[in-house]
């Protein structure tokens, strides 16, 4: 049963637009929530991350936002740039210290100029 | 700045090879991760190292080993290689969570692509 999903495999977006990558989860006991970016060939790279006690986190272009109650976090990048083309993985890490993060299936988005 | 090095970052393996995966972290981070990415699959454990000499099995650990001998190095092995072990394989490390005050944010190397005919 999969705790943590990203239920568009695909987003497209117009660069300078508004770009909104979603994550779902099941389960109420994660902590801590992080956002990672992979381009094709490469590793994941850290993006932005939030605690569970926090509502909103931003960093430049981007801002996640934390729904505990809908069990819902948003990646928001804006405005969208051609280099931010890549796939997004959400994931979360289960309370009381677990080491192992739990990953979404990610997201693919592409800004087109 | 962290930085896991993969040891080879593509192979290619014949069906019944025994395949070493090398990975090495330069920042004494405690916990070492190996991970295969897979199209519509996302990212899937298959083993974890909290020391050394330690180990923790992922969600997908069947035909695969790993060693950890050193602080700084995780190795992955397929005692024999098969076709459905074609993927992209991604080592990561963290600094623990616990007692550190650390986010446990994982840092990943640039992966490995084996193919296995």
């Known amino acids: 049963d999969q705790q943590v999903k990203q239920n568009s495999p695909s987003l497209s977006v117009q660069e300078g637009r508004i770009s909104i990558l979603n994550c779902d989860y099941t389960n109420s006991m994660f902590d801590y929530f992080l956002w990672y970016k992979k381009y094709p060939a490469e590793g994941p790279t850290f993006l932005i991350s939030i605690s569970s006690i926090k509502d909103k986190n931003e960093d430049g272009r981007f801002t996640v936002f934390l729904n505990k109650s809908a069990k819902h976090l948003s990646l928001h990048i804006v405005p969208s740039q051609p280099g931010d083309s890549a796939v997004y993985f959400c994931a979360a890490f289960p309370w009381g210290g677990s080491e192992k993060l739990v990953f979404g299936k990610g997201t693919k988005l592409t800004v087109n100029p | 700045d962290v930085k896991v090095t993969q040891s080879s970052r593509y192979l290619v393996k014949r069906t019944g090879e025994k395949v070493f995966l090398e990975c090495v972290q330069d920042?004494?981070?405690?916990?070492m991760f190996w991970y295969r990415q897979d199209p519509g699959l996302g990212l899937r454990l298959i083993y974890f190292?909290?020391?050394?000499?330690?180990?923790e099995k992922g969600d997908i650990p069947e035909g695969y080993s790993v060693s950890r001998e050193k602080k700084e190095r995780f190795s992955l092995i397929l005692e024999s290689a098969s076709t459905n072990q074609t993927s992209m394989y991604l080592c990561?490390?963290?600094?623990?969570?616990?007692?550190?005050?650390?986010?446990?944010?994982?840092?990943f190397g640039e992966g490995s692509r084996l193919t296995v005919l």
């Open positions: 920042m004494d981070h405690e916990n």
């Open positions: 190292s909290y020391d050394v000499k330690m180990k």
């Open positions: 990561a490390s963290s600094l623990s969570r616990v007692g550190t005050g650390g986010t446990g944010e994982l840092f």
